[in-house]
């Protein structure tokens, strides 16, 4: 969930900067339920920098695999009182679909007016219910990134390597992962990622502030982790400006992806170097239901 004090107006700032100086201040991560285990800080066997090109090149197979899914997003951004109440909510069903000459799109299927007051989506709270709350870590991306190995810990029954990433530089008008991943130790693609997008703009005036998320993946096709469900929270700091007033505004945000089906028959399905493309097409193929972790 991503959302700014009262202007939606697009990040101005100039030539590209270094992540640290553009997030100066720190901010606390999404809680870990009890499903995440103990912390193993014992060095792997293999070099790190060994599983990050591998999980980098299976993200790379899943990025292209996701291209050919269309999908459900329920997405809900809400201000929540001083009496953890609900006083404003945006709220949108999209189907991500392809049109008629096969070009991707997406489908409003349900927007009522947002009630919003307190704050209002801005360019870049879309921008990360879109790309940055799915958040996949590619070969072509990898290297924008600082990609630390933490150690290894299991996420309920599932054996993982854990890794801290932060931006090297961020560019103008666009969106990163400050936070860390969970990537399985088997499959080697990422199922959890905990942490905020960044930049945030905190000029007066025009502050766009964005509360940590934690986003869950499952498999869903017998052979890659898709995005099953998000949940965003955190007490926002707007310092305020010429004609309102500094307050803190606590923020929850949800969003719920299913229906994952292939569109088309012809498309190809590359997965560790072969074809997995199921024969039917997707009227006749039954996707496994997805369960989002509550």
């Known amino acids: 969930m991503r959302t700014r004090w009262m202007l939606a107006v697009i990040l101005t700032a100039g030539c590209a900067v270094t992540a640290a100086a553009q997030d100066k201040d720190t901010f606390t991560p999404m809680a870990l339920d009890a499903g995440f285990g103990h912390m193993d800080l014992t060095p792997p066997a293999v070099p790190p920098e060994q599983i990050i090109q591998q999980f980098a090149a299976k993200e790379s197979e899943f990025r292209q695999a996701l291209n050919h899914y269309t999908y459900r997003r329920i997405a809900r951004v809400q201000t929540i009182d001083d009496d953890n109440k609900v006083d404003g909510e945006y709220y949108e069903v999209d189907d991500v679909v392809f049109d008629s000459t096969g070009r991707r799109t997406e489908k409003a299927v349900f ?3 947002s009630s919003l007051q307190r704050v209002m989506m801005s360019p870049s709270d879309l921008q990360d219910i879109q790309q940055g709350y799915p958040f996949v870590l590619t070969a072509e991306e990898i290297g924008q990134y600082n990609v630390k190995y933490v150690g290894r810990q299991k996420v ?7 890794f801290d990433v932060s931006p090297k530089v961020i560019e103008k008008k666009k969106r990163y992962l400050l936070g860390r991943i969970w990537v399985d130790v088997t499959d080697l693609q990422i199922v959890v ?3 905020r997008m960044v930049p945030d703009d905190t000029r007066k005036n025009s502050e766009d ?3 940590p998320f934690m ?3 499952q ?3 017998g052979h890659f982790w898709f995005p099953v469900y998000t949940k965003g929270e955190g007490i926002l700091h707007f310092a305020g400006g010429s004609g309102s007033m500094a307050q803190d505004v606590h923020m929850r945000d949800t969003v719920k992806y299913s229906d994952y089906k292939l569109f088309g028959s012809t498309t190809k399905i590359i997965y560790e170097g072969q074809d997995i493309t199921p024969n039917k097409t997707p009227d006749n193929k039954q996707q496994p239901e997805a369960k989002p972790k509550q």
């Open 111 to 113: 927007a009522p007016e």
């Open 156 to 162: 309920d029954e599932v054996d993982c390597f854990v």
């Open 193 to 195: 990622t905990n942490g």
């Open 209 to 211: 502030l964005h509360p």
């Open 215 to 217: 986003t869950w993946r």
């Open 219 to 221: 498999q869903v096709d």
